[in-house]
């Protein structure tokens, strides 16, 4: 198994950050290497939404299946990924407050690699902690950049 977690602090309001966040056909956006993402179950997002999002690893496009396994409103969300180089991964974003116009975005992962990739396991945490700052960086940018130009981030 791998795990990692990084935090950037965001100075915006939590519901405009969480707003970007669950917009999931945007993450392309901020998320390098995704190059779509879209819901394939019915109604708003929640617990047991389903969406499929198309990647890159390793210069390869593929497609992953997630399902929310865990939505706590304006807070975090949990998706169960399957697919890729990965068995399956377990992926959260956390929004906390600090104040009323700052908050943290916490990224978690934890996963297993497929088994002719287990070799990779001790490598994920270097490599996707660069991605992970990368991603988190650009959201950041996203979102602030928004309400410095005077436009809506969501």
């Not at 407050?97 to 990224?107: I, K």
């Not at 991603?135 to 996203?142: D, E, M, Q």
């Amino acid at each position: 198994m791998f795990h990692l977690t990084e935090t950037v602090p965001i100075a915006r309001p939590t519901a405009e950050v969480w707003a970007v966040l669950v917009d999931f056909p945007r993450v392309p956006a901020w998320e390098r290497d995704v190059l779509e993402v879209r819901q394939t179950s019915p109604g708003s997002p929640g617990v047991g939404t389903t969406l499929m999002a198309r990647r890159v690893y390793a210069g390869r496009a593929t497609v992953v299946d997630c399902r929310i396994v865990d939505w706590q409103d304006s807070r975090s969300v949990t998706m169960e990924i399957t697919g890729g180089p990965t068995r399956r991964t377990f992926a959260c974003y956390a929004v906390d407050p600090v104040g009323d116009e700052a908050c943290l975005v916490t990224y978690s992962v934890e996963g297993e690699m497929r088994p002719l990739l287990g070799w990779l396991t001790p490598l994920i945490p270097a490599t996707g902690r660069r991605l992970v700052r990368a991603n988190l960086g650009a959201l950041k940018r996203l979102i602030e950049g928004a309400a410095t130009n005077g436009t809506p981030a969501s």
